[in-house]
């Protein structure tokens, strides 16, 4: 095996997009890290902690922003969310991956990080879905939800869908193996990569 | 489909590292143009004008030169070698992905190439044997040579690889399928590039 520092591959997009699907089987099958964020939201139904977040209270959560933990974090409807520095850099200095399921804001605060081992180790991808139709089908489809809340998600996901320029990579969603084809040559692209080998 | 600008593909390697495989079977199997380049040395047995080479005479190559009809060309023992702009500039403006078969020189000289179109077109890969014991192997196995010929390929082989520092991806060959994964991902995820795009 060939020595290299880990890539940091930060993936935005709609819900609706596929891009977490995308995300946990690359981590599966390419012994990347799924990078788990923070919230201060209570658990759903079936989440697990460690899992799908790492679940902490308020008063620890803003005890690490000041702390200075924190590689991106956003204040959502009363809520924290966030990525910890932690979760990230012992992963890329030990040569692993970390592919990280990220909002357009996230991903943007993490390219303002001036930490150089960050830098070096980023790339990032916009997935968006084949047509709004498709989308719109893709959010009406979860579930019985109201004509509302539906309407809703379409205009988030619109407002998400205006920043794919801001990205290096964009991927638009066709079938799933093909998806899946093209998200893993990323990865396996840029694990040729000479500048990142030691 | 997306429009896009046409990638450039450099690939370089030792004999005995199979790029010229890798290159061909990518051209097949994604659509992309393999570079014939052209040569003043008489064609051997089995060979095609046009497929395997460019044949031309003396004459004509040199007029060419003059011309500026090259994107590279050396002397080699007497003979030209070289590559028509002609064979690529095309196939790049009309979208399509050129995949270029090429020494370290040859390389070079395309990376210094002024023109825009290439500059934004190129990414350039090196592909490795194994180790110099399975480089030596391939090189013998190839039929019933002299030991001094066998000796100096190696030696060539070895003076090539020096220069793998020099390029942007380096490959180093392990099995058929997964070196194809490996190269293939090279294209398919410069095709996701979003400043690829029109």
Redesign the interface.
């Known amino acids: 095996m060939?020595s290299r520092t880990g890539i940091l591959l930060l993936v935005s997009g709609p819900s609706g997009s596929g891009k977490t699907t995308l995300c946990r089987r690359l981590a599966d099958e390419q012994e990347a890290h799924y990078s788990i964020s923070c919230t201060t939201r209570p658990p759903r139904e079936g989440e697990v902690d460690g899992k799908d977040y790492h679940f902490l209270s308020k008063d620890d959560f803003k005890s690490r922003i000041d702390g200075g933990e924190f590689l991106e974090h956003a204040e959502v409807h009363q809520n924290y969310y966030g990525t910890l520095k932690s979760e990230v850099l012992n992963h890329l200095a030990a040569g692993t991956d970390v592919v990280m399921d990220i909002d357009v804001q996230g991903a943007d605060q993490v390219r303002s990080c001036p930490d150089t081992q960050i830098k070096m180790a980023l790339i990032d991808?916009?997935v968006m879905p084949p047509s709004e139709e498709e989308l719109l089908a893709r959010l009406t489809g979860r579930g019985t939800d109201a004509e509302e809340i539906i309407a809703l998600r379409m205009e988030n996901a619109l407002e998400e869908m205006r920043h794919?320029?801001e990205?290096?990579?964009?991927?638009?969603s066709a079938t799933r193996e093909e998806d899946y084809?093209?998200f893993?040559?990323?990865i396996?692209?840029?694990?040729?990569?000479?500048?990142r080998?030691l």
């Open positions: 060939t991808l916009f794919w320029p990205y290096s990579y964009r991927l638009i084809l093209n893993k040559s990323l396996l692209a840029e694990r040729l990569r000479v500048s080998l």
